[in-house]
Each structure stands twice: as C-alpha cells, then as structure tokens.
C-alpha cells in the first residue's frame, strides 16, 4: 500500500507564496515514479497543475507557468509545489498523487489552498 500526505496548504495574500509538500511512504521504488499536483476549486472539475517524471521533466497547465514549480527529492520521497505569486483563480484543493511504472495511480487526501485579493 502507499500513503501520500500533503502540507503546506492555508491562507496566502495575492503576491505572497506557499510551498505545497507531499510525502510518500509504503512499498514504492519513488525514484520510479511520475508525481503529480492536481487541484479542484469549487463547483469545477479536478485539473492536473503539474507533473514531474522520473527523469525531473515537468509540465505545467497554462495558467500557472512562470509561477509555481515543482520539484522532487528522492532521498526523501517528497514532492513539492512552489506557488510563487498566487492568484485568487489558483484557490483550491491541491492534491498530490503517485503513479507507478505500472500505470497505478495513488492520491492524498489533499491540502486546502486559499488566496485572497
């Protein structure tokens, strides 16, 4: 089983920033795996924000290139989000999530992001 645990969520200013973790523990060979941050804000659907494969490639939705980043740490089987300059748009449920070389795809229980004008 796999356990992915998100932090780093709350109240940010328009201009501020945040920075969004995500710990993975269970039976899992993390260097392997794609990481993903999907969010969902209120009555819309659940959009992929940011990916990063094995090899540290990373796409970016549209609306948030040039400002959030996001990175990976083997050693620690931590993912990150860092949300630079967050808009009151980018408000919503992060979630990480975890996908095997097999095509097994685990989710966290997500992170409240609030950002306000």
């Known amino acids: 089983q796999v356990q992915l645990v998100e932090s780093g969520g709350g109240l940010e200013q328009v201009g501020g920033s945040l920075r969004l973790s995500c710990v993975a523990s269970?039976?899992?060979?993390?260097?392997?795996?794609?990481m993903n941050w999907y969010r969902q804000a209120p009555g819309n659907q659940r959009e992929l924000v940011a990916r990063?494969?094995?090899?540290?490639?990373?796409n970016y939705t549209d609306s948030v290139k040039g400002r959030f980043t996001i990175s990976r740490d083997n050693r620690k089987n931590t993912v990150y989000l860092q949300m630079n300059t967050p808009k009151p748009d980018d408000t919503g449920v992060y979630y990480c999530?975890?996908?095997?070389?097999?095509?097994?795809?685990?989710w966290g229980q997500g992170t409240q992001v609030t950002v306000s004008s």
């Open positions: 269970g039976s899992i060979i993390f260097y392997l795996t794609t």
């Open positions: 999530t975890l996908r095997t070389p097999f095509a097994v795809e685990f």
């Open positions: 990063i494969t094995p090899y540290s490639n990373t």
